[in-house]
């Protein structure tokens, strides 16, 4: 199994780390335990040492479960993640009972990363207003956190706040191939480097986008090589970035587990052609879009509710990935005041666009699509 150093902590975990937030589900919609412990227990035999939960997946069921699992196994042996659900406290006190209520349900006395979860402004607000860095330190200092981190979702200028903020252990951000400029995207990635801070990615296959290509694309890469899954370019994709530490997949059946390891047993870089491989499937997929709205969100909040971005994201989803039906169902499970044809043509947000896309015009374009 592939490890990369993280120098700055001295220790090496699998670069493959299991995602616990997508076990399979049985038919009450709990985790079906029997096939996600046998999807643990392979990943683990093979090597797979990183394991990330975190507080709220599967309903508050994943730390119990994966705690339960991982007892068969020495301790040592593995790195457990889980995250600080900073949306639900209040106060530094609130923050110190969950995470003694988190190492109970894990049945752990130490996590070895500990993220305080999914950061924006509005979040990191709150860790600074409660002195929850404070707190981390004095849980390091009694030995229940080995390494302090933060996962994130926000724009490039909140993570550099938040990066510049602390000396971090380590944090974790999403990339992929498709969405290198979206969020912090690879200008995070290089402030990363930049100050040595270890990275660990999320969502390398764009919560399985990735993973089941329109045929065309699917070909070009068959074509190069067979043998190869669709979603192992993704994983070496930004496996290959040398900061980058760990990459985390969500798998969720046994024949995933098995692509996957068989990804990182033979783990190998990419080469400057199947670099310039994805970069092609990347521009095809992008050629697709219907307009260049890159989410940034400085077109909002519209007056009248609208969600600008999400409506374009859906649309362009649908057409770059050929999901029509997909993500039409999206757009119209929208809640209500979100909807495009909620849009009353003020034309406030347009002026705010960096991308200055014809916002107005193209939210007609989505009601259209919709009723179509
Ligand atoms: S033009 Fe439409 S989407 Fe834009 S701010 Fe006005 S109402 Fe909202
Ligand atoms: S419409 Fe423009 S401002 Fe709004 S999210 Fe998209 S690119 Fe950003």
Request: with cysteine; hydrophobic share 35%; charged share 30%.
């Amino acid at each position: 199994m592939k490890t990369k150093k993280f120098e700055k902590l001295g220790i090496s975990p699998s670069l493959l780390g299991f995602g616990c937030m997508r076990f399979p589900l049985d038919e009450n919609g709990n985790i079906d335990e029997v096939e996600s412990e046998k999807m643990l227990d392979k990943a683990i035999n093979a090597g797979v040492t990183y394991i990330d939960t975190a507080f709220p997946y599967h309903n508050g069921d994943s730390e119990p479960f994966v705690g339960k699992v991982l007892k068969k196994y020495n301790r040592k042996d593995l790195f457990l993640a889980t995250k600080l659900p900073i949306w639900e406290i209040s106060s530094k006190e609130d923050a110190k009972k969950i995470f003694l209520d988190q190492l109970e349900r894990l049945g752990v006395d130490y996590v070895d990363f500990y993220l305080l979860h999914a950061l924006d402004k509005e979040k990191w607000d709150k860790v600074i207003k409660y002195n929850i860095l404070d707190l981390c330190q004095e849980l390091k200092e009694e030995g229940k956190i080995c390494y302090l981190g933060f996962s994130f979702h926000d724009e490039y200028p909140v993570f550099k706040e938040i990066l510049e903020y602390h000396d971090w252990d380590f944090c974790q951000l999403q990339l992929n191939y498709m969405d290198m400029d979206i969020q912090a995207g690879m200008q995070g990635y290089l402030l990363t480097e930049k100050y040595n801070i270890p990275l660990i990615v999320m969502e390398p296959v764009k919560g399985g986008a990735l993973a089941l290509l329109p045929d065309d694309v699917t070909d070009k890469f068959k074509k190069y090589n067979f043998q190869a899954s669709i979603s192992s370019w993704a994983l070496r994709y930004v496996a290959s970035l040398s900061n980058v530490k760990v990459v985390l997949s969500g798998m969720s059946t046994y024949d995933q587990v098995i692509d996957n390891l068989n990804t990182f047993e033979n783990f190998e870089y990419l080469n400057e052609d199947e670099l310039a491989l994805i970069q092609e499937v990347k521009d095809t997929l992008k050629s697709r879009t219907q307009n260049g709205c890159t989410g940034c969100s400085y077109c909002m909040p519209c007056p009248f509710g609208v969600d600008i971005p999400m409506n374009f994201k859906y649309w362009n989803n649908a057409y770059v990935y050929k999901e029509h039906e997909a993500f039409k169902e999206k757009l119209e499970n929208m809640e209500s005041k979100k909807k495009a044809k909620n849009c009353r043509q003020c034309g406030a947000c347009e002026k705010m666009c960096p991308q200055q896309l014809s916002i107005r015009e193209d939210l007609k374009q989505v009601c259209n699509y919709i009723d179509d």
